[in-house]
């Protein structure tokens, strides 16, 4: 009797449980078709932030991309298209955003997330031929220059410059110059001001 009891308050636990469970389902697990159930609205590391006023994107393991409209106090995970590890975002408005991550994924966002596209080829040689990271689990970060949003920077080991919005990238210095580039901060008022940061020490220029 005392288990026919029990039995009775566990079933009748789980039912109020599912009743009283969010409504709204979690974000998508990469591109795998799964949904995200506890926690919410996901549960895979991040790895990198970038806000545009209230506005900001987070970026992580296995194609997490977050959004929020709030300034982070509330998330909503978003649809990469991609499992791949994204490891750095930039947003030059509150609805342009790139994301970078492993095997050479470059993903676009022009309507504050509602759908990304990835930018390079699927032979990821938006590079000189090249794949677009290299060591990517170690660099693999994004800079967009705060005018112009078609102009993205790879600080990847060696300084990168994109004028097409990632389509294609080329070196501003030869890697004996300028090597293991690491972080890339640009003057919000003015493009023609960096500070690059590398293993030799940081670097200044006042002309791109």
């Given at each position: ?6 039995a009775?308050?566990?079933?009748a ?108 080829d ?23 220059d ?43 008022d ?19």
């Amino acid at each position: 009797m005392r288990r026919r009891a029990l039995a009775a308050a566990f079933a009748a636990g789980v039912v109020s449980a599912c009743v009283a469970a969010p409504t709204h389902p979690g974000g998508p697990v990469g591109a795998s078709g799964w949904q995200w159930g506890n926690p919410l609205p996901q549960g895979n590391t991040v790895a990198a932030l970038s806000f545009a006023g209230l506005n900001g994107y987070a970026v992580g393991e296995f194609g997490t991309i977050l959004a929020t409209a709030d300034g982070g106090t509330t998330w909503s995970a978003q649809t990469p298209g991609t499992t791949n590890q994204l490891n750095g975002v930039a947003c030059t408005s509150t609805s342009a955003c790139r994301a970078v991550g492993l095997s050479g994924t470059i993903l676009t966002t022009a309507n504050g997330g509602a759908t990304w596209t990835r930018v390079n080829d699927a032979n990821n040689k938006s590079i000189d031929g090249m794949g677009p990271h290299w060591r990517p689990f170690y660099f693999s970060k994004v800079t967009a220059d705060p005018v112009d949003s078609n102009t993205l920077y790879l600080p990847n080991g060696v300084l990168y410059r994109s004028t097409d919005g990632g389509k294609h990238f080329k070196q501003v210095q030869p890697y004996d110059n300028l090597w293991d580039t690491h972080a890339l901060w640009i003057a919000p008022d003015d493009p023609n001001r960096m500070i690059v940061a590398a293993d030799q020490g940081a670097r200044i220029s006042v002309n791109r």
